[in-house]
């Protein structure tokens, strides 16, 4: 195959409960149905709520099966939990083993590889690093013998967080690695990559628009499919906005669209809290 499509989606936050997600996510599905890219990527948070609400996770894969191309997907914070970090408060909730199985058991594999159009791509299960858990080390292990089967082809990496703000030491306040791949996982997950061709890595998380190139590697950051975080509860870094991100990969060569589907409405968090019941 000399060209793969690839379509990444993020943060659906999807439950049954949620019309407005569910709204954003049919749009979506249908840009898909008209473009029919090889493989469809979720970069995590496919649910609202996975540690305390399996039918999301249930809803939200019913809604991936009904879409006509394969799909992966990898777990965000709001599907399995989130990193315990170096300092700093514990994450609520935490991730744990018990919320990774459930999201393999329901809705795929955590952690892939695959290779198309002479690209090594390579799915990382985020939340797992600095949790001290056994897959910690397990997937650092896989992590090692999949660089080394790349053997020189460009590698392309998708996970729900961001590996770093601007550079690879930065921020490092405790408060931010809620955001980023957590210190000391960071240094180690960037020290392993940098053995590679990294051309791409692609991640979802902060629900802000993003692309950015540092040294040789770009950095997109896929908005939400779902929904906004206004600029009283988050910080701007860059475009709020809901959309998704694709790509066309080639032997040597990277495409990269930011796109928005007809139809996709620009929902914001308030809107998702009412339908709570006010309660958060
Ligand atoms: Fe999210
Ligand atoms: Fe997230």
């Not at 791949?181 to 890595?201: G, H, K, N, S």
Request: overall charge negative; proline content about 7%; aromatic content about 8%.
């Amino acid at each position: 195959m000399s060209e793969f499509r690839l379509t990444q989606i993020s943060d659906t936050h999807l439950g049954r409960r949620f019309p407005g997600l569910i709204a954003n996510f049919h749009a979506v599905s249908e840009h898909i149905d008209a473009n029919r890219p090889d493989l469809v990527v979720n970069t995590g948070d496919v649910s609202f709520d996975g540690p305390t609400s399996r039918d999301d996770v249930v809803f939200a894969k019913s809604l991936h099966d009904a879409l006509p191309v394969a799909c992966r997907y990898l777990p965000g914070n709001h599907d399995i939990g989130d990193n315990p970090t170096a300092i700093g408060p514990v994450p609520k909730p935490p991730v744990e083993e018990t919320h990774r199985q459930q999201f393999r058991a329901v809705i795929g594999e955590d952690h892939w590889s695959f290779e198309a159009a002479g690209w090594s791509f390579i799915g990382l299960n985020a939340l797992m690093m600095n949790s001290g858990l056994p897959f910690e080390a397990e997937q650092f292990d896989w992590l090692a013998s999949e660089i080394a089967r790349a053997s020189g082809r460009p590698v392309a990496l998708f996970l729900h967080k961001p590996v770093f703000l601007n550079e690879p030491g930065d921020p490092e306040t405790p408060e931010t690695s809620i955001r980023y791949v957590p210190q000391p996982a960071r240094a180690r997950l960037i020290e392993m990559l940098a053995t590679t061709d990294l051309r791409l890595i692609a991640s979802g998380h902060v629900h802000q628009r993003r692309d950015f190139t540092y040294r040789h590697t770009r950095h997109v950051w896929a908005p939400s499919a779902g929904f906004k975080i206004n600029d009283a509860r988050q910080d701007r870094i860059a475009l709020k906005e809901v959309g998704l991100v694709e790509y066309r990969f080639q032997p040597d060569s990277l495409e990269v669209r930011h796109v928005r589907a007809a139809g996709q409405v620009d929902v914001d968090i308030e809107e998702l809290f009412a339908q709570m019941g006010g309660a958060h």
